[in-house]
Structures are given as structure tokens and as C-alpha cells.
């Protein structure tokens, strides 16, 4: 028996229990409490990832400052740069890792909730109803009935996190820019030309200091796939909510359950800080 058709078999036991208190609508519940306890037991995972984007938020400035410093030289940059995370005990790919490992279990719960049959066998949960509306169908399927309210409900929550996390994000941008932006100035002493470094002062005549806090380290180790995460996670919630308009409605209901979790849980790993970027030290 492969993973999906034991984890479906598991989702239908449990829908069952769920029956004599919700009737009808117990595999949709199902669907909603199952994504909620398989989140809950990778948060541990969120938590580690939330580390890593806070350690390569506070080594920002000086990841930068490296950068400047070392600009002419980029294998002397890199050497620099890992020793700096080293020396941090942090690692430029510490908030990727455990994203990654949680995808496959993200892929094998949505294959269960968004495929017609599994192994070879009709899915039973595709069968049941919430409130009327098949757990099988798409919007497209129910458009201008009745049955069509429960996805416009659907949308409404996927659109509101999607809003919410955009918002944070850009938030969260604009801070970056401005500890960038002080970062560099700290490191242009006045009365200094710009451009000119100082016999053992460090810093690379190739360029001024702090010149490289308002962009990506490109040499540092990950920086182009962290950069990269950066700017598309903002719009991740937007394309769950097309790819809700496509899949069936148990499918719907898990990508809404996950988005619900990931922004409620965003928000409390980083309360109280950026998400990006951090002050200059």
C-alpha cells in the first residue's frame, strides 16, 4: 500500500469518527483538523527556519560590509563570507533547509485531497459534501448555483491571507532598505574620499565602504536562492488562490487550512521583528 492510499485510509477512519457530531460535512472537517495536525507536528521545523532567516537577517550589514571590503577579490569574498557564518554559527541556507524537507509531505497530502483516485480506487473523501457542495467539485463545476457560495467563502480567506502576507512582506522589505541604507552611511567616515581605503583599514580601494549594503551579497554562499525565496514567498498566498479556483473543493479546503497556519505562525515566530533585514550593528 503506497503512502497516499494509507494516509487516505487514515483521513476516511477519521472522517468516520467525525460523523455522528458533524454529519455531512465531517470529511471536510476531516480535511481541515488532519492539515491542521500535520503542521503542528512540523512546527518544529518552521521554528529552525525561522532561526535561520533571523541569523542572515542580523548578519546582514556585515555580510554586506564583507562585500564592499572584498569586492575586487571574489574568491577572497566567499572565504570571508563563510567564515563570517562560521564564526556565527549560522548558515546563509539554515531558513531553506527545513521548507524543503516539509514539501514532501505537502505534495503527498495534496495529491490525496486533489486526485480522483488513489492506487487504482475511487477516493472516497472526493464523495462526501460541505454544506451541500461536493468535496469533488470545482468552481467551475458549480458556477451560478447555490453551491458556488462556499468557494466564494474559500476565496475570500485565501485572498485576506494573501493581502495580509503581501503587506508584511513589503513592511518587512522597506525596513531592510533603510538599515541598508544606514549601514552604508556608517561605513563612509567623514572627510574620507569615497572610493579611497586606508593602508590597513580594510576595506578594498576597489570601491567605498558600505558601497554593497543596498544590494544582495552576490558571493555570499545561498544569497541568490534566499534573495530569490524573498521576493517570490510574498506572492505565494496570491497563487494559492488561482490554484484554488482549479482543484477540487477538498484540495481548496487544505490550501486555505495551510495558508491560515503559515501566516498565524509567521506572525508569531517573528513578532516583534522584520522578517527581512535587520538593524546595523
Known amino acids: 500500500m503506497s503512502f497516499s492510499a494509507r494516509l487516505l485510509s487514515l483521513l476516511t477512519d477519521f472522517s468516520e469518527?467525525?460523523?455522528?457530531?458533524?454529519?455531512?460535512?465531517?470529511?471536510?472537517?476531516?480535511?481541515?483538523?488532519?492539515?491542521?495536525?500535520?503542521?503542528?507536528?512540523?512546527?518544529?521545523?518552521?521554528?529552525?527556519?525561522?532561526?535561520?532567516?533571523?541569523?542572515r537577517a542580523r548578519l546582514?550589514?556585515?555580510?554586506?560590509?564583507?562585500?564592499?571590503?572584498?569586492?575586487?577579490?571574489?574568491?577572497?569574498?566567499?572565504?570571508?563570507?563563510?567564515?563570517?557564518?562560521?564564526?556565527?554559527?549560522?548558515?546563509?541556507?539554515?531558513?531553506c533547509l527545513p521548507v524543503l524537507v516539509q514539501l514532501p509531505v505537502f505534495f503527498l497530502m495534496y495529491r490525496v485531497f486533489s486526485s480522483a483516485e488513489v492506487d487504482g480506487r475511487a477516493n472516497a473523501l472526493l464523495r462526501d459534501s460541505l454544506l451541500g457542495?461536493?468535496?469533488?467539485?470545482?468552481?467551475?463545476?458549480?458556477?451560478?448555483?447555490?453551491?458556488?457560495?462556499?468557494?466564494?467563502?474559500?476565496?475570500?480567506?485565501?485572498g485576506a491571507v494573501g493581502l495580509w502576507s503581501f503587506l508584511?512582506?513589503?513592511k518587512a522589505?522597506?525596513?531592510?532598505?533603510?538599515?541598508?541604507?544606514?549601514?552604508?552611511?556608517?561605513?563612509?567616515?567623514?572627510?574620507?574620499?569615497?572610493?579611497?581605503?586606508?593602508?590597513?583599514?580594510?576595506?578594498s580601494g576597489q570601491g567605498r565602504p558600505g558601497a554593497g549594503a543596498g544590494r544582495s551579497v552576490a558571493g555570499a554562499p545561498g544569497a541568490g536562492v534566499g534573495a530569490g525565496l524573498a521576493r517570490a514567498l510574498p506572492w505565494l498566498s496570491f497563487g494559492t488562490l488561482l490554484t484554488a479556483a482549479v482543484?477540487?473543493?477538498?484540495?481548496?479546503?487544505?490550501?486555505?487550512?495551510?495558508?491560515?497556519?503559515?501566516?498565524?505562525?509567521?506572525?508569531?515566530?517573528?513578532?516583534?521583528?522584520?522578517?527581512t533585514g535587520a538593524r546595523p550593528e
Open 60 to 95: 546582514a550589514p556585515k555580510a554586506a560590509a564583507v562585500s564592499a571590503a572584498h569586492g575586487g577579490d571574489p574568491e577572497r569574498m566567499r572565504r570571508e563570507l563563510t567564515a563570517l557564518y562560521a564564526n556565527e554559527g549560522a548558515s546563509p541556507l539554515a531558513g
Open 133 to 158: 457542495t461536493p468535496l469533488g467539485a470545482r468552481f467551475a463545476d458549480v458556477a451560478g448555483t447555490p453551491q458556488q457560495a462556499v468557494f466564494w467563502v474559500l476565496f475570500a480567506v485565501l
Open 173 to 203: 522589505a522597506a525596513g531592510a532598505a533603510g538599515a541598508a541604507e544606514a549601514t552604508g552611511a556608517a561605513g563612509t567616515s567623514p572627510g574620507r574620499r569615497p572610493g579611497r581605503g586606508r593602508a590597513g583599514d580594510g576595506i
Open 17 to 55: 469518527t467525525l460523523t455522528p457530531l458533524l454529519g455531512a460535512s465531517a470529511t471536510a472537517a476531516a480535511v481541515v483538523l488532519a492539515t491542521a495536525a500535520v503542521r503542528l507536528a512540523l512546527h518544529p521545523l518552521a521554528r529552525a527556519a525561522a532561526r535561520g532567516e533571523k541569523a
Open 168 to 170: 508584511r512582506a513589503r
Open 247 to 275: 482543484v477540487p473543493l477538498a484540495a481548496g479546503l487544505y490550501l486555505a487550512t495551510a495558508a491560515v497556519w503559515t501566516a498565524a505562525e509567521r506572525a508569531l515566530l517573528h513578532r516583534g521583528t522584520a522578517e
